[in-house]
C-alpha cells in the first residue's frame, strides 16, 4: 500500500457517526510497518479491494473498517505464539481500536461473526496474532435484537426469589443415571432448598436417559416438591441437538413440565440461540462447552467477555460460565467482566443472570457473593450438593444455611454448630 491508500483506512473518532458503526478493540502482533498492518487489517475485514481497476471509485469512505486509535505497547524479541510462516520484520505488540460499519453485515449473528473474527480478521498480512478483546454496539444496532425474554427478573418473578442468589444444582453422577433414580435424586435436592435442579450441559437426549422419559419424570417430580414445600421449583433441562431438532426438543421437555431450558450456545451456534430464544415459553439458560478453544491463551483468539456479550444479545436469560477459584483456570478479573457483561446497561437488551460456577459448596457462597457484589447471580453446585455425605437434601439444606449465616452476619464456623448439614460440609 502507498501511503495514500492507508491513510483512507485511518479515521479520528470525531470525523464518523459512531452510530454507523461497531467498535472493536483488538490485541494485535504486528510485523514490519505497523501502519501497513493495520491498514491491511481493516482492508481485510471489509472491503479488501476497495475500488475495481479502471474505474474511479472507492468504497472506503462507506464500507471501510477503519483505525480509531491505536497504541504501540512494546517492541516484542518474537511472536508471543510461533506462527512459523509470519513474515519478517521487528515485532510490535499493538492495542487497536477499529469502527467498522454494520451496514457490512447487518444484524446478523453469523455474519458479524464473520467480519469481526473471520478470514480477513486472522490472516491479514503482517499481523499474525490477534485477540479480539471487546465488541461495544451502538444503541441503534441493539435495538434490531430482542435479547433475553425473560432475563433476571422474570427468572425471579418465576421462582419467586428475591433478595437472594439464585440456587442451582448440577444432579450428579452426571453421566449414567436412570432418569427415575435421576428424578428421585434431584426431588431430595428440591426438598432440602433448591431453586434449580439442572441437568448436565452434558446430559441431552440420549438412549439411556431420553429428553422424554427424563423431563417426564423431572415435571412430575418438581411439581411434587412444589406442592410438599410451598415453594416455587425449576427444572432445567438440557435440549442441546442438532439445530433442527432444537425446536421439539423444546416443545417436548417444556410440555413435559421443564420450566428452564439449557443450551450449549457455542456449539448450536448463536443463531440457533436466538431461534430458540424468539420460540421459548421457559428462561434460556446457556452454558460454556467451546468456549475455552477460543478463549484461554492470552494473546489469540476472542476474549470470553466478548462471547458473553454475544449470547446476551443472542437471548440467553441466564449465563453459565467459568467461575472463582484455581478450578475453572480463569483470572478473577476475567470472572468478574464476564458477570459484569451479563449486568451492566446494554441498551433496550435486558439483564442476564450472571451464573459463575466450578467446584463450588456451602463452604464457596460467601466468597462468590463477595467478589460478585451483589445477589445478582445463580450459585450452581454439583458435588457441593450431591456429593454431601448426608445425601443431596443436606447438600441443599447446607447452601440455604450458608446464605442464613451470611445475611445473619454470623461466621459460618459458628452458625454450623447448630445446623449438622452445613457442619458436615465444614468437616468434608
Known amino acids: 500500500m502507498n501511503a495514500e491508500d492507508i491513510?483512507?483506512?485511518?479515521?479520528?473518532?470525531g470525523q464518523l457517526d459512531m452510530a454507523d458503526y461497531l467498535e472493536l478493540e483488538?490485541?494485535?502482533?504486528?510485523?514490519?510497518?505497523?501502519?501497513?498492518?493495520?491498514?491491511?487489517?481493516?482492508?481485510?475485514?471489509?472491503?479488501?479491494?476497495?475500488?475495481?481497476?479502471?474505474?474511479?471509485?472507492?468504497?472506503?469512505?462507506?464500507?471501510?473498517?477503519?483505525?480509531?486509535?491505536?497504541?504501540?505497547?512494546e517492541e516484542l524479541p518474537r511472536l508471543s505464539y510461533p506462527v512459523e510462516q509470519a513474515m519478517q520484520g521487528k515485532i510490535h505488540a499493538c492495542k487497536v481500536r477499529i469502527a467498522h460499519p454494520h451496514r457490512n453485515f447487518g444484524t446478523k449473528l453469523p455474519n458479524l461473526l464473520t467480519a469481526v473474527c473471520g478470514e480477513g480478521t486472522f490472516f491479514t498480512p503482517g499481523v499474525p496474532l490477534v485477540k479480539l478483546l471487546d465488541i461495544i454496539f451502538p444503541d441503534n444496532y441493539l435495538a434490531a435484537f430482542d435479547g433475553p425474554r425473560f432475563g433476571i427478573d422474570g427468572i425471579r418473578e418465576q421462582l419467586d426469589v428475591y433478595n437472594r442468589p439464585i440456587f442451582f444444582g448440577v444432579v450428579k453422577p452426571n453421566i449414567?443415571?436412570?432418569?427415575?433414580?435421576?428424578?428421585?435424586?434431584?426431588?431430595?435436592?428440591?426438598?432440602?432448598?433448591?431453586?434449580?435442579?439442572?441437568?448436565?450441559?452434558?446430559?441431552?437426549?440420549?438412549?439411556?436417559?431420553?429428553?422424554?422419559?427424563?423431563?417426564?419424570?423431572?415435571?412430575?417430580?418438581?411439581?411434587?416438591?412444589?406442592?410438599?414445600?410451598?415453594?416455587?421449583?425449576?427444572?432445567?433441562?438440557?435440549?442441546?441437538?442438532?439445530?433442527?431438532?432444537?425446536?421439539?426438543q423444546h416443545d417436548l421437555a417444556v410440555s413435559n413440565g421443564a420450566n428452564a431450558l439449557l443450551v450449549n450456545a457455542m456449539p448450536v451456534g448463536l443463531s440457533a440461540v436466538r431461534m430458540l430464544?424468539?420460540?421459548?415459553?421457559?428462561?434460556?439458560?446457556?452454558?460454556?462447552?467451546?468456549?475455552?478453544?477460543?478463549?484461554?491463551?492470552?494473546?489469540?483468539?476472542?476474549?470470553?467477555?466478548?462471547?458473553?456479550?454475544?449470547?446476551?444479545?443472542?437471548?440467553?436469560?441466564?449465563?453459565?460460565?467459568?467461575?472463582?477459584?484455581?478450578?475453572?483456570?480463569?483470572?478473577?478479573?476475567?470472572?468478574?467482566?464476564?458477570?459484569n457483561e451479563c449486568l451492566c446497561d446494554m441498551g433496550n437488551i435486558k439483564r442476564a443472570l450472571p451464573v459463575p460456577g466450578g467446584s463450588d459448596s456451602a463452604l464457596t457462597l460467601e466468597s462468590v457473593y463477595r467478589k460478585v457484589g451483589g445477589v445478582d447471580?445463580?450459585?450452581?453446585?454439583?458435588?457441593?450438593?450431591?456429593?454431601?455425605?448426608?445425601?443431596p437434601r443436606a447438600g441443599a439444606m447446607s447452601i440455604r444455611q450458608a446464605w442464613e449465616a451470611i445475611e445473619r452476619d454470623i461466621p459460618l464456623e459458628a452458625y454450623a454448630e447448630k445446623h449438622p448439614e452445613l457442619q458436615a460440609m465444614l468437616e468434608k
Open 377 to 391: 447471580f445463580g450459585f450452581v453446585p454439583g458435588r457441593g450438593i450431591f456429593g454431601h455425605p448426608m445425601g
Open 26 to 73: 483488538y490485541y494485535l502482533e504486528c510485523v514490519g510497518d505497523i501502519e501497513v498492518a493495520l491498514a491491511h487489517f481493516c482492508s481485510e475485514q471489509s472491503t479488501a479491494q476497495w475500488s475495481r481497476i479502471g474505474i474511479d471509485e472507492d468504497f472506503r469512505s462507506l464500507y471501510g473498517a477503519k483505525v480509531i486509535e491505536w497504541e504501540v505497547l
Open 277 to 339: 430464544a424468539r420460540h421459548t415459553k421457559v428462561p434460556l439458560i446457556g452454558h460454556f462447552p467451546f468456549i475455552a478453544p477460543f478463549s484461554r491463551l492470552e494473546k489469540f483468539g476472542i476474549h470470553t467477555r466478548v462471547i458473553t456479550k454475544l449470547q446476551r444479545l443472542a437471548g440467553l436469560d441466564a449465563i453459565i460460565m467459568p467461575g472463582f477459584g484455581n478450578r475453572m483456570m480463569t483470572e478473577e478479573d476475567e470472572v468478574r467482566q464476564n458477570v
Open 7 to 13: 491513510k483512507g483506512f485511518f479515521a479520528e473518532r
Open 176 to 248: 449414567g443415571l436412570e432418569p427415575s433414580h435421576f428424578a428421585e435424586i434431584a426431588y431430595e435436592s428440591w426438598l432440602g432448598g433448591l431453586d434449580i435442579a439442572k441437568d448436565d450441559e452434558m446430559l441431552a437426549d440420549v438412549e439411556w436417559s431420553t429428553m422424554a422419559e427424563r423431563s417426564g419424570l423431572l415435571g412430575k417430580a418438581r411439581l411434587k416438591a412444589e406442592e410438599t414445600t410451598g415453594e416455587r421449583k425449576g427444572y432445567l433441562a438440557n435440549i442441546t441437538d442438532e439445530v433442527d431438532r432444537l425446536r421439539e
